[in-house]
């Protein structure tokens, strides 16, 4: 497509006068301009140095696009937080600025330095806090309740930072009437064993999850993402849910398919993972069905195994259904 312009006093310019060039943006668009229709004169992203470049604004259609983009993106912020959802506070719109690219694009980095700004002192305040708790809980400073494993010593912990990250240890704690509630100011949950309990503590001190739950090279590291999977949704604790199935789900392959399908069947806020351990599995099923792991998870996972053969024939109809499709096509 040909480059459009428009040119005001043009003959002035060009002969070096002092008088105003009036330009306009182009969007350059043509065969052969480098990867992805990028220009090589585009006054953004172009390699070509500003005094080698025609006198006129030229904008590849990545940077025009992208710069639609960016402007939407915090359009629609600010329409979510003018309607009470979840859009930045603080933000102004940009709403009588779109149809000017100059002065809608200075707005856009306004705000993204705003974001920024507020990004950092956000870092600097979660810093702050799991410095504060974590040291707290490493030194054991004036703890006031154990928390008992399944197995080895009790780990101390205290009772205000329990209650504020999860409402089942706040109606434990706080309840006398519940059959839960702790005796001499110790509290049991002997579902966890004395490492994956350590790393919940952590995470309900630190708001991180430990290097060595963080890996999932190991089984045993896959256990404790797990147990600390089970044990977020057990006492509500949503956001190591979430951190936990991130993980889990970055490291789904056919070796631990099974075992992942097998615990995010039972939480009930995992479907994500089990959509993608599921995938795996159909993916990989010879190799997964076939495997000495497969017979003992069918002993346990009748359910699991009659939804795993019948996505694996709907699959397979499909697949069916697509070559007589193709055969029809090439008889015609």
Known sequence: MPRAKAHGNGDLAAAGAGAATTTITTITNRKGEGSRGRSMDCCICGPMAAIYRPPRNTICSPCYEGAKSIIAFLNDDERAAGDGGGGSD??????????????????????????????????????????????????????????????GPPIPAHKAILAARSEVFRHMLCSDECKA???????????????????????????????????????????????????????????L???????????????????????????????????????????HAEQVVFSDEYHDFAVRNAGLCVEITRALLAKAAGAKRVCTEKSEDVYR
């Open 90 to 151: 603080g933000y102004r719109g940009l709403f009588k600025h779109t149809n000017s690219s100059t002065k809608g694009m200075a707005e856009v980095w306004e705000q993204v330095k705003e974001m920024r700004d507020r990004e950092e002192e956000a870092n600097q305040r979660a810093g702050f806090l799991e410095q504060g708790f974590g040291a707290a809980w490493m030194e054991g400073a004036h703890t006031d309740i154990a928390v008992k494993p399944g197995n």
């Open 181 to 239: 509630a702790p005796a001499g100011d110790c509290v049991s949950l002997p579902e966890l064993a004395h490492d994956e309990l350590s790393l919940l503590l952590a995470f309900l001190y630190t708001g991180t999850l430990d290097a060595a739950a963080a890996a999932t090279a190991t089984e045993a590291s896959e256990r404790r993402l797990h147990a600390l999977l089970v044990a977020a949704d057990k006492y509500d604790v949503p956001f």
């Open 241 to 283: 849910g979430r951190a936990c199935e991130t993980r889990l789900a970055a490291a789904v392959e056919p070796g631990n398919a099974l075992r992942t399908l097998e615990v995010a069947d039972r939480v009930s806020s995992c479907a994500a993972l089990k959509e993608r351990a599921m995938g795996v599995v159909l993916e």
